[in-house]
């Protein structure tokens, strides 16, 4: 019978992770923790395709225990240092109460933190943190040449580059390659769930439509009308734009479409390159893959 302290389900976009460790949570007694870098933010549940998607958000989902989604305002931004503040919060808690905690989420740099820790980065001053936005929202090109060995492309990573290099003299990738810590202990039983890329255009293809219908371009209407970055999330940029008259909703649907398969193609060569897994599964999830999970054949 099942005997690990923790999991951790990973994987591209629309890979279905989510109902999948849904599924284990059920079976085990597990606690669901957030490792999704949008879904953590509320208000666009759509959007990132949050388990919270058209569903009041509530402590637990069906039994389930649910953590870290929907807890931080658009307004706000979250360093991987204060990410793995929470995770290790909750996980302790979700230890407490005698369940099993399941990370869940497609973000590397969340994952790598959890399995690996980070460096103690000194804190940053809100002067240093609000220029750095400042001069990444006016001239990212400027920010870009200040910190040359980012290749971030998020615009709230490559400003966590530089508030870095403002703060310490030091570049982001400096301070990483120093001592690591806040790395969860034990590491938790890595699970990777990587379809076939055709297979995720296809389910991207699909949920995309049906996710403007379920509620994001009210989600993107809440943007404008917050005068919120509507770069934080795939597709809210794209739906701000037909919302402001930029281009219709067909093109908006196509790019959305377009960057979603093009962050699934860059989430497999992450997981490629930066992750070892303990169990694949190179389909989509089903009962199979749960019995093997859950009983511990494994292969």
């Known amino acids: 019978m099942n005997n690990k302290k923790a999991y951790i389900i990973t994987g591209p976009t629309a890979s279905g992770k989510s109902g999948f460790a849904h599924a284990l949570a059920v079976r085990i007694g597990g606690v669901i ?15 990132s395709a949050s388990p919270f998607a058209n569903r009041p958000i509530t402590d637990e989902i069906d039994g389930v225990p649910y953590r ?12 991987v240092a204060e990410y793995i503040k929470m995770a ?3 996980y302790e808690a979700a230890i407490a109460m005698g369940r099993i905690p399941i990370f869940v989420g497609g973000t590397g740099y969340y994952i790598n933190g959890i399995i690996n820790g980070i460096a103690e980065i000194p804190e940053i001053s809100h002067e240093n943190r609000m220029r750095a936005r400042e ?5 990212l090109d400027m920010a870009r040449r200040l910190v040359p060995n980012c290749t971030a492309t998020d615009p709230q990573r490559i400003a966590r ?3 870095v290099f403002l703060e310490t003299g030091r570049h982001l990738n400096e301070w990483q390659n120093s001592a690591r810590m806040g790395a969860i202990e034990p590491t938790p039983f890595r699970i990777l769930i990587n379809p076939p890329l055709d297979v995720l255009h296809k389910r991207i293809a699909s949920r995309i439509p049906e996710m403007i219908s379920g ?10 009308e917050n005068n919120l970055d509507s770069r934080r ?4 940029e794209q739906l701000c734009a037909f919302l402001r008259g930029d281009i219709n909703q067909d093109a908006a649907i196509e790019n959305w479409i ?14 490629r390159t930066q992750f070892s897994a303990d169990f694949t599964i190179d389909h989509i999830p089903n009962d199979n893959d749960l019995d093997a999970v859950t009983y511990g054949v494994l292969s």
């Open 33 to 47: 923790i957030n490792c999704d870098s949008v879904q953590i933010y509320r208000n666009i549940e759509n959007i």
């Open 68 to 79: 870290l989604f929907s807890v931080l305002p658009l307004s706000e931004q979250i360093s």
């Open 88 to 90: 290790h919060q909750e």
């Open 135 to 139: 001069m990444v929202a006016n001239d």
């Open 161 to 163: 580059a530089v508030e």
């Open 215 to 224: 509620g994001a371009i009210d989600e993107a209407q809440y943007i404008i």
């Open 233 to 236: 999330a795939i597709g809210a």
């Open 258 to 271: 377009t960057k979603t398969n093009q962050y699934a193609k860059r989430q497999r060569t992450w997981f």
